[in-house]
Structures are given as structure tokens and as C-alpha cells.
């Protein structure tokens, strides 16, 4: 259960996370906390599903990598297995299953280097034997989202 510290330590989180080798302590320091009482919140808030990660943006394109957006055609009831297979690549940074009258229903992104993003498909088509829509990165017009919270 979430309380008014709770919701306003995600409004700062998610405003921007501070760059200091104390983070937790810098943010502590915004509500009057102690450190260790800001990392048990947002471990708290982990552990409810409130938050997913604490981490940066990056932009992948700088660092010579691209993005695309693949669907696979899977039944419900191979949803799961399927999932778990996308879910082994840590270049995959979304995975999810969304109805689709196409039957393209379970969505991911990778991002990685142009070969590995192959590689990846490659691997997992054998592994899944599941039709693939691959759409790449071709601008990117948002990245990231603020949730009115307080």
C-alpha cells in the first residue's frame, strides 16, 4: 500500500533520477528520509509492481546499435513458452502479448547491433518455429512517459 512519500518519491523518480555516486541519499534528502528508508520504499515498490527499473534511457543509435519492433504469430496456449524463449536475449527490452487480428499477437523489442538483431531472429524462429513480422526503428518521435502521480 502506497502512501504520500511513496507517490511523491516516484513523481522525483521518475522526474529524473539523480547522477551522484549517493543517489538514494540525494533523494532522501529531498523528503527528509534516510537513505537506507529510500531504498526499502522503492524495493517495497518493486516488489508491488509499482516499479519495474531504475535506469537510463539510452540512446541506442549512438552507440551503433538499432531497434526493431517484432511480432510473432503465436496460439494462446504457446504464449507462455514462446515468451520465455524472446525473454533469454537481454537485448530484448519489451515483451508483451496484445490481441491482434493478424494473429501477430506477442510484440518485443531489441535493440542491439544490426548482425546480432539477425542472429537473435535467427535463433528465435528455429527455437519457436512461429512467423515473425520484424519492423525496424525507423525514427523515433517519444521515448519515456510521466505519469501524473501526486
Request: aromatic share 6%; glycine share 6%.
Amino acid at each position: 500500500m502506497t502512501d504520500e512519500i511513496d507517490r511523491q518519491l516516484l513523481a522525483a523518480v521518475q522526474e529524473g533520477f539523480p547522477i551522484t555516486s549517493r543517489p538514494f541519499r540525494a533523494l532522501g534528502d529531498l523528503f527528509s528520509l534516510p537513505e537506507d528508508e529510500v531504498i526499502a520504499r522503492l524495493e517495497r515498490l518493486k516488489g508491488e509492481g509499482l516499479v519495474r527499473r531504475i535506469g537510463p534511457i539510452l540512446d541506442m543509435r549512438k552507440l551503433g546499435c538499432s531497434g526493431v519492433l517484432v511480432a510473432l504469430k503465436v496460439d494462446a496456449e504457446e504464449a507462455d513458452q514462446a515468451a520465455q524463449v524472446v525473454d533469454q536475449y537481454k537485448e530484448v527490452s519489451h515483451n508483451y502479448l496484445r490481441p491482434d487480428p493478424s494473429g501477430y499477437n506477442l510484440w518485443f523489442t531489441i535493440s542491439a547491433p544490426e548482425e546480432r538483431i539477425r542472429e537473435i531472429l535467427q535463433e528465435i524462429s528455429a527455437k519457436t518455429e512461429k512467423p515473425q513480422l520484424v519492423l525496424p526503428t525507423k525514427r523515433i518521435f517519444k521515448i519515456g512517459v510521466k505519469f501524473d502521480i501526486i
